[in-house]
């Protein structure tokens, strides 16, 4: 039986080549992982902020309320403190964020469906009354963003007038009308007045040494007759 003996110089030979491969792959690989971490850093940059669908509320206006910018890193952790921001603006009716992905870096879309506008704010009903009575009181003003916190303090003021002029059972409430195609919306304030409040009866007790007519005489509050619906005496104001 003949047994051979191993090649060293062959050994050798080959062990020499895997130390020259690796020693001048060592710098390339090197230099990959250096580009690598650049490209990858670059890709989750936010390279635009495209607003999509905005009538009236301006571009600026939306991408100043954003937290994240042209040229941040993107961070999915931050969308929802964008949301709420966009949402305290009280422009819109509804509100997507969207990420669009490239090499170059991420476009960041905010996409709104805004809220219509206030074409005019009426008011109907109101036969007592008129209009000048509420031109300082409803202060909707034309073309601006429905906005229906304003609507319902706006109502409140109307039923506060009525109050005031003696009509404490009239009722009040708002209709929204969309028009120009849902663009644009009418604010009816309609109200239902039933009548005043009348004071039919005053009573005084306690007064035995002034008589009840001395104090009528010179108060606010005066008791109704058959002509108050013209004179508005007896009119109860709280």
Not at 32 to 44: G, T
Not at 56 to 63: K, L, Q
Not at 177 to 191: H, K, L, N, Y
């Amino acid at each position: 039986l003949k047994v051979r003996r191993p090649d060293v110089r062959m050994h050798l030979f080959v062990i020499s080549v895997f130390l020259l491969v690796t020693v001048a792959l060592a710098p390339l690989s090197a230099r990959a992982q250096a580009l690598e971490s650049p490209q990858s850093d670059a890709a989750e940059k936010i390279i635009e902020v495209r607003v999509e669908k905005n009538r009236r509320v301006e571009h600026e206006a939306i991408v100043r309320a954003l937290k994240q910018k042209v040229g941040d890193t993107f961070d999915a952790s931050k969308t929802a403190d964008d949301l709420r921001a966009l949402w305290s603006l009280k422009y819109f009716s509804d509100i997507e964020l969207l990420v669009q992905r490239s090499d170059k870096g991420i476009a960041y879309v905010v996409r709104v469906a805004e809220k219509p506008a206030v074409r005019r704010a009426t008011i109907s009903g109101n036969d007592e009354l008129s209009k000048d009575d509420f031109k300082d009181v409803i202060d909707i003003k034309p073309y601006s963003i429905l906005d229906l916190a304003a609507v319902k303090r706006n109502l409140k003021k109307v039923q506060d007038k009525y109050i005031e002029k003696g009509f404490f059972l009239a009722e009040v409430e708002y209709k929204l009308e969309p028009v120009v195609e849902g663009q644009e919306i009418d604010v009816i304030f309609a109200v239902n007045e039933h009548s005043k409040v009348m004071v039919k009866e005053v009573n005084l007790i306690g007064n035995a040494k002034v008589s009840d007519d001395e104090f009528k005489a010179v108060m606010a509050t005066q008791e109704g007759g058959y002509l108050s619906f013209v004179t508005s005496q007896g009119t109860y104001r709280e």
